[in-house]
T-cell receptor
Framework: DAGVTQSPTHLIKTRGQQVTLRCSPKSGHDTVSWYQQALGQGPQFIFQYYEEEERQRGNFPDRFSGHQFPNYSSELNVNALLLGDSALYLCASSLNGKEEQYFGPGTRLTVT | SQQGEEDPQALSIQEGENATMNCSYKTSINNLQWYRQNSGRGLVHLIL?????REKHSGRLRVTLDTSKKSSSLLITASRAADTASYFC???????????FGQGTELSVKP
């Protein structure tokens, strides 16, 4: 039973570019949440998707957008990248209404 | 902004000793969870304690929750070098909703 997978593992982008990160949830899970973790900080909630809709959103600008597909996988898109977007991006999956979230290994994004 | 504060920010102990980490939060919660993170990679769920519970155990882990003080503690007994990691508490207001993390405690266990 595969856990949460994310791709790519590492990514280097230039300021102003756009990036797409991908997440496949744990088998049987239907809810995907995205978190940003800056170096030395705890993860911060970006948004959560359920039934292909954004259900909750954290305090992130509109440059951050997402999508959930019918197979429950999800993408995180960030436009007009800033240096401050450099971070580890974590995806977590869960079963709707259940408390425990399972995290993927993350994608480390570096913006130069 | 982050919900919780963790204390201490860093902790260094010898193998076999106990490690205690504390977490405080600001508002009422549905549950509080503890996670471990090795070398800036993915988070591993350790234990969850609900707002109506006061103490939970899982192997060498013991978690307490004091809702009147809005605080929690994680005790790792008989620590091992493999316990070296960052530990985060996370609070959840609504079941299945977003997690709000503290800044973490960096634990170093020396052999």
């Amino acid at each position: 039973d595969a856990g949460v997978t994310q791709s790519p593992t590492h990514l280097i982008k230039t300021r102003g570019q756009q990036v797409t990160l991908r997440c496949s949830p744990k088998s049987g899970h239907d809810t995907v949440s995205w978190y940003q973790q800056a170096l030395g900080q705890g993860p911060q909630f970006i948004f959560q998707y359920y039934e292909e809709e954004e259900r909750q959103r954290g305090n992130f600008p509109d440059r951050f957008s997402g999508h959930q597909f019918p197979n429950y996988s999800s993408e995180l898109n960030v436009n007009a990248l800033l240096l401050g977007d450099s971070a580890l991006y974590l995806c977590a999956s869960s079963l709707n209404g259940k408390e425990e979230q399972y995290f993927g290994p993350g994608t480390r994004l570096t913006v130069t | 902004s982050q919900q919780g504060e963790e204390d201490p920010q860093a902790l260094s102990i010898q193998e076999g000793e106990n490690a205690t980490m504390n977490c405080s939060y600001k508002t009422s919660i549905n549950n509080l969870q503890w996670y471990r993170q090795n070398s800036g990679r993915g988070l591993v769920h350790l234990i969850l304690i609900r707002s109506n519970e006061r103490e939970k155990h899982s192997g060498r882990l013991r978690v307490t929750l004091d809702t009147s003080k809005k605080s929690s503690s994680l005790l790792i007994t008989a620590s091992r070098a493999a316990d070296t990691a960052s530990y985060f508490c996370a609070t959840e207001y609504n079941q299945g909703g977003k997690l709000i993390f503290g800044q973490g405690t960096e634990l170093s266990v020396k052999p």
